[in-house]
């Protein structure tokens, strides 16, 4: 019976409730080739992590009401994200968690040429966009308004003015977003399609780095 199994805690007065469970000892019965296979391993392999991951993901199929606790991150990756949000208002600290923060972020260290973060950066000086949202100079709550800003935002990236042939635009816009980004244009993805938030973010992300490391360059 390969899923048979002896808890040795059974019996045992458990924690008070609300308490952290502690770690206990099973044994659990599995095949006689397994076992040696296991063994020919020997230490190397902590065989209780491995079991505790399997169940782990057996109990998220059966149980999608009880998901698996995420992981702790590290201790000093932990203190590291503290420092650097300690002196940040709360409100800059919820943008930089931000899914679209991180995509700008992300792009500005490993995909963008140091030229296109300059061309971002004067376009964003020139809108006033890299800042929250409800703070931006220009009106942006007409649909319309706001399409045109992120066309002329895409186009500075690039290096293109308002007179590209429009065969180019159409052959790099959708790429740049959807390859070098990695958000989906397509009207039937809502949940991707850029928003007045979406460009503030992303250009904030995208700057706050490269105005951390352009003088090092």
């Known amino acids: 019976m390969p899923d048979a199994f002896r ?4 019996g045992r007065r458990g ?21 040696g296979r296991m063994e020919r391993i020997g230490d190397r392999v902590n065989w209780s992590a491995i079991a505790s ?8 199929q059966v149980s999608p009401l009880e998901p698996p606790m995420p992981e702790l991150p590290d201790k000093d990756d932990a203190i590291a994200r503290l420092k650097n949000l300690k002196n940040q208002p709360e409100h800059a600290a919820q943008r930089m968690a931000s ?4 995509l700008g972020k992300r792009w500005a ?3 963008a040429h140091p030229n296109e973060l300059g061309r971002l950066e004067t376009f964003c000086r020139r809108s006033a966009i890299d800042r929250p949202v409800d703070q931006w100079k220009v009106d942006i709550h007409e ?20 007179l590209t042939d429009p065969e180019v635009l159409r052959r790099e816009f959708k790429p740049f977003w959807e390859q070098r980004v990695g958000i989906s244009l397509e009207a039937s993805d809502r949940s991707e399609m850029p ?11 995208s700057l706050d ?9």
């Open 7 to 10: 808890d040795s805690s059974a």
């Open 15 to 35: 924690p008070p409730q609300g308490s952290p469970l502690p770690y206990v000892r099973t044994t659990i019965t599995i095949p006689g080739e397994l076992k």
């Open 53 to 60: 991951k399997a169940f782990e993901a057996h109990l998220s």
């Open 99 to 102: 899914r679209s923060y991180q």
């Open 109 to 111: 260290m490993a995909d």
């Open 143 to 162: 649909r319309g308004a706001f399409k045109r800003l992120f066309r002329e935002m895409t186009l500075s990236i690039l290096g293109y003015d308002q």
């Open 195 to 205: 928003d007045p938030l979406f460009v503030s973010e992303f250009a904030q992300g």
């Open 209 to 217: 780095f490269w105005r951390e490391i352009k003088g090092q360059l």
